[in-house]
């Protein structure tokens, strides 16, 4: 009899300590996939009806619901459409910002694009792709070189 209390109770116990661990991103709701430099361009919130969509460390985000932000003719529209890392990183709209390449960048800037991207778009947007840069050859063949967690200021977590 108490072999069984202690197992209700464990059981018990197990549940409602799932319920705790729930996960705290937000699932994409579409797969996951990979963008070309000319795809991500389609998704730059000048069409009616069409996503928005913006990279950031090669990781792309649907940011149509910050429409006001990011939609045509809005205050960062400039952003969208593209890899902005180096722009998020220098909080600049300058067109020569707006690229991926973070070379360059100052330990301060790194850190910031390190925290706008977990504060803000891991936070607030679904992940729903990568860019094709980041993962494969100029050629379009896999880049088998590449890993991840040899790519500056690029945390494993950064994919989950």
């Known amino acids: 009899m108490a072999t069984a209390q202690v197992r209700v109770l464990f059981i018990l116990l197990a549940v409602s300590l799932a319920e705790d661990v729930k996960l705290k991103y937000k699932p994409a709701t579409k797969p996951v996939r990979l963008f070309t430099e000319e795809e991500l361009q389609r998704y730059n919130g000048r069409e009616e009806g069409q996503p928005i969509y913006m990279a950031v460390k090669g990781v792309v985000f649907d940011v149509s619901r910050g429409k006001e932000f990011y939609g045509k003719d809005a205050p960062y529209n400039a952003l969208v459409g593209k890899d902005s890392s180096r722009a998020v990183a220098k909080m600049s709209l300058n067109p ?3 690229t991926s390449d973070t070379t360059g960048l100052t330990e301060e800037q790194l850190k910031s694009l390190d925290s706008i991207f977990e504060g803000t778009y891991k936070a607030k947007y679904p992940i729903v792709g990568y860019t094709a840069e ?25 994919e989950f």
């Not at 050859?137 to 977590?157: C, L, V, Y």
Request: net charge negative; hydrophobic share 30%.
């Open 134 to 158: 980041r993962l494969l050859k100029e050629d379009g063949s896999p880049n088998t070189d590449f890993k991840p967690e040899d790519q500056a200021h690029f945390q494993i977590k950064d």
């Open 96 to 98: 020569a910002d707006l």
